[in-house]
């Protein structure tokens, strides 16, 4: 599907060896800023700004009818600054949503009774897990609807696996996370372990997301006086009543 935007011409620049350079120190698209560094721990002011006004922007009008000369403008910017930073408009989609998720994914962590759930049982992490969004989705409706937008494009763009490996690795580690519930549950006997690992992280990750997903969107219809977070509490119960050991 081809994109409903405003054709915008890359800017003519310079070129080295063939290639374009890149700004001093930063990157394109994703990559490590510079060796041994996640580009999300060291973004710099331009270019978070760039990402910024792109989400904004992008969940105000929708990802396909938004060129990168709007996105540019939007931000007080000539399109070539936006170009310097990000070669494609798929990279830097990517990476607005890398780094969205990201952001909730660490404050999320600041939640944590305890670092590394010392103390807690299986039961008790995977209930926290299961809370996370109900918080997710009273407290960052925007990222969902983002998200939503997000996987559309993908869709329409037909983007492989190598251009989605920035975002792809960020929920990668959601999953590896998960595997301290099922490593404790293997002691405490508190979470089911008769289901496989990833049945559980699977059914659990789309079911909620899925669901606060709807409400977020307001896909689903809601009388007068229907409470939304009863609704998704009761969701999180039966997870919980179906993978909690007896």
Known sequence: MEERQTAVSEPVRKKRNGRRPNPPNESVAGRNVSAGRSYLGTIPETRKMLLEKGYEVFLKFGIEGVSMNEVAKAAGFGVATLYRYFDKKQGFVVEISTMKWKEFTDNNRKRRPHANFEGMTA????????????????????????????????????????????????????????????????????????????EIFSTTLHLMLAAVTRYAGGLVYMPKGFDDIRELETQKQMLLLLYKAA
């Open 123 to 198: 039961a008790e992490i995977f209930e926290f897990y299961l809370d996370s969004f109900l918080r997710l989705y009273r407290d960052h409706k925007d990222l969902l609807k983002f998200n939503q937008m997000f996987n559309i494009y993908v869709e329409a763009e037909g983007m492989d696996a190598a251009a989605l490996k920035p975002y792809n690795d960020m929920i990668n580690s959601l999953e590896e996370r998960f595997h301290v519930i099922y490593e404790r549950a293997l002691i405490d006997k508190t979470v089911r372990t008769d289901t496989p690992e990833s």
